[in-house]
């Protein structure tokens, strides 16, 4: 590669002052560069925008041969390889997004010994093909990037990545870094298994962002509470608000357009080339806001991002911690917010019931819902609850909003019982089931039309919720939602008990809640949802 000195810290240092024009090294990057320069296997977590690129382009600088990336991102390919390139790194990538023209050139590069790096797609190297390549060509090391793509039930799991064992059976002696910045213990663990990195070293990095400002807010009126947000500590600063659904990014793309706001949509079904323009102008451009579904973002690297904002609830810890993590990756402040509600966790659960697959890959998809509900409803610190689900300890952290504005909890034990015996007596007594929204009016006494039309006034629990307002109602639905205490059904989200349910109305469980942080104002606005 680029010295012919021998390979030692020397030329890492030498490589990173003169090829990326960097200082020093970052965190873990010393050790982890040393060790695959030796020859060694690592298994390196860290956290988005850590900076774990440097960690397999250096050594592939520095050792002799090709360095071979295994990547999913083909889309990203290009991108990197005209970045190293433009640094005078020699790499080219393999991928079906080319023709048999641009590939054999590539090929005949590699052969030639005349490249540093070789981005693969992992179904590439399933073919026979592309495997006697290797063989004809010298191969420095093989990084097997977003590994955590191996875990067979995580939210990215590519079949693909499982035939990566068979790199350690056929090329013994190369050297294998893998690299994620989304590991619970779990994946961890998983990863070092599914790739046989029985002898590698691992490397974990803190996942903490201290500089990210992590805030999670009762949902009332989403638009106006992020119009709010971007105008009162974000003017003007380049943001991304992620939407579950590309009619929702639409929407309030153009709602904050109309409000004079620098937004721009992006989701996978608008057209390649308005996509890319949006992407762009994010990227080149300062104070650009995203409105984006989560397909906006894997790789997307700019430092400056102030803040990102959730309509919508993300579907696991994983999702939220690498979704936020794009904001501050310069490390000045940055705010994380996630406007959060009832119906989120009704159409979350939802999802999980219509989805395909099996049993227990639904079971999956509802255990790390759980673990995302549970980040919600804490009244502890949010830092010390994420990086509890990495599997990292941590104080309260002084900058996040239960640190800032200290969460009350309440014993909501007895609240439970009234609304589970109002679900309960409607489908005993009635053969009735109903939504959130006329429960609560039970609950509270009201004598709406519906009432009087199903006589619900005359049911024992009319009324006796009276002490709660709406918005403390639904903040007790949706958290025995997310205790799985009570659960949804049907396309009208019908409130139904489940066994935990019978617990609590027995007396057995206590249920301890999070108080209600809305303001008054906004209980009123939803007692119509
Ligand atoms: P990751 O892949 O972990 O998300 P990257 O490798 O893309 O992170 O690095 C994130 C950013 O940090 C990039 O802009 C990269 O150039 C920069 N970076 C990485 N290592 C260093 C370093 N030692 N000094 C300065 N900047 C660095
Ligand atoms: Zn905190």
Redesign the pocket.
């Known amino acids: 590669a680029l010295t012919d000195a021998s390979p030692d810290t020397t030329d890492a240092l030498r490589v990173?002052h003169r090829v990326?024009g960097?200082?020093?090294?970052?965190g873990e990057?010393q050790e982890i560069i040393e060790q695959v320069v030796a020859g060694g296997d690592a298994l390196v977590l860290?956290?988005?925008?850590?900076?774990?690129?440097?960690c397999y382009q250096i050594p592939a600088l520095v050792r002799d041969g090709t360095g071979v990336v295994i990547s999913p991102l083909i889309a990203l390919m290009q991108d990197q390889v005209d970045a190293l390139t433009a640094l005078g790194v020699r790499a080219g990538f393999l991928n079906s997004t080319q023709d048999p023209y641009e590939r054999q050139a590539v090929e005949q590069a590699f052969l030639a010994d005349e490249l540093d790096l070789l981005y693969l797609a992992p179904e590439r190297l399933r073919t026979e093909g592309t495997q006697r390549l290797l063989d004809r060509g010298k191969v420095s090391l093989f990084a097997i990037d977003e590994a955590h793509c191996v875990a067979q039930w995580g939210h990215d799991f590519r079949p693909d990545y499982l035939a990566l064992s068979m790199l350690h059976e056929r090329w013994p002696k190369v050297p294998r870094i893998a690299?994620t910045?989304t590991a619970t213990e779990a994946t961890h663990a998983e990863i070092a298994t599914r790739l046989g990195l029985t002898d590698a070293r691992h490397f974990v990095a803190s996942f903490d962002r201290p500089n990210i400002q992590y805030r999670i807010v009762p949902k009332n009126n989403p638009l106006k509470q992020l119009l709010e947000l971007i105008r009162t500590e974000h003017d003007g600063d380049a943001g991304v608000v992620y939407c579950l659904s590309r009619s929702s990014v639409e929407k309030t793309a153009a709602f904050l357009v109309e409000q004079g706001i620098d937004a721009v949509p992006y989701h996978a079904g608008m057209d390649a080339a308005a996509r890319a323009a949006n992407q762009s102008r994010f990227l080149r451009e300062d104070g650009v806001v995203v409105v984006a579904t989560i397909a906006f973002g894997m790789?997307i690297?700019k430092?400056d991002v102030r803040f990102v904002a959730h309509l919508d609830l993300p579907k696991s810890v994983e999702g939220y911690y690498q979704e936020t993590g794009r904001a501050g990756?310069d490390g000045e402040p940055a705010t994380a917010w996630l406007a959060y509600g009832l119906q989120d966790v009704v159409q979350q659960r939802k999802l999980i019931d219509g989805s395909e697959g099996d049993e227990t890959h639904r079971r999956s998809l509802a255990a790390h819902l759980d673990a995302m509900l549970a980040l919600c409803e804490t009244v502890d610190c949010r830092r010390v609850r994420l990086l509890a689900y990495f599997g990292q300890s941590a104080e309260p952290c002084g900058n996040c909003d239960t640190c800032l504005t200290p969460a009350e909890s309440w014993d909501g034990t007895v609240a439970a019982q009234k609304l589970l015996s109002t679900v309960w007596r409607l489908a005993r007594e009635r053969r009735q089931k109903f939504g959130a929204g006329q429960i609560i009016d039970i609950l509270q006494g009201k004598k709406t039309a519906k009432a009087i039309q199903f006589d619900h006034d005359q049911l024992s629990v009319f009324g006796v919720g009276a002490d709660l307002s709406t918005a403390e109602w639904r903040g007790v639905v949706r958290q025995l939602l997310a205790l799985g205490l009570l659960a949804v059904e049907g396309d009208y989200g019908t409130l139904v008990l489940t066994d935990g349910s019978g617990e609590v109305l027995g007396g057995r469980r206590q249920v301890s809640m999070r108080k209600e942080t809305a303001p008054a104002r906004s209980a009123r606005k939803e007692s119509g949802s």
Not at 22 to 26: I, L, M, T, V
């Open positions: 990173l990326f960097y200082g020093s090294f970052r990057q860290m956290p988005t925008g850590g900076g774990k690129s440097l690299l910045a790789g690297d430092p990756r």
